[in-house]
Nanobody, 117 residues
Framework: QVQLVESGGGLVESGGSLRLSCAAS????????MRWYRQSPGKEREMVAS????????NYADSVKGRFTISRDNGKNTVYLQMSSLKFEDTAVYFC??????????WGQGTQVTVSS
């Protein structure tokens, strides 16, 4: 069955770093655009970063540009989000998302990132 399993979340001090991973299985990972979203209490889910199926193109929300880096390893069916210079406002549940060109999409269950101020 299709699975997107996030890991790497946790508690970190402001200014610290974390690396999230999302392991995919059950679908053609290398054909899917991958995105990281986040959602904090009382706020809408927002897109943080995206990466094309080959990894050639990336996009970032303005709020994380220069601090976060998305990457993928199609051989390992895994997408990563390296987060540096973390701020209190980065605290959220981070979700992995996959979408292919015909619109099929999948979501992970989310991993909590908490940044202490």
């Amino acid at each position: 069955q299709v699975q997107l399993v996030e890991s790497g979340g946790g508690l970190v001090e402001s200014g610290g770093s974390l690396r999230l991973s999302c392991a995919a299985s059950g679908f053609g990972f290398s054909h899917y655009v991958m995105r990281w979203y986040r959602q904090s209490p009382g706020k809408e889910r927002e897109m943080v970063a995206s990466i094309s199926s080959t990894g050639a193109r990336t996009n970032y929300a303005d709020s994380v540009k220069g601090r976060f880096t998305i990457s993928r390893d199609n051989g390992k069916n895994t997408v990563y989000l390296q987060m540096s210079s973390l701020k209190f406002e980065d605290t959220a549940v981070y979700f992995c998302h996959a979408r292919c060109i015909v619109g099929v999409e999948y979501w992970g269950q989310g991993t909590q990132v908490t940044v202490s101020s």
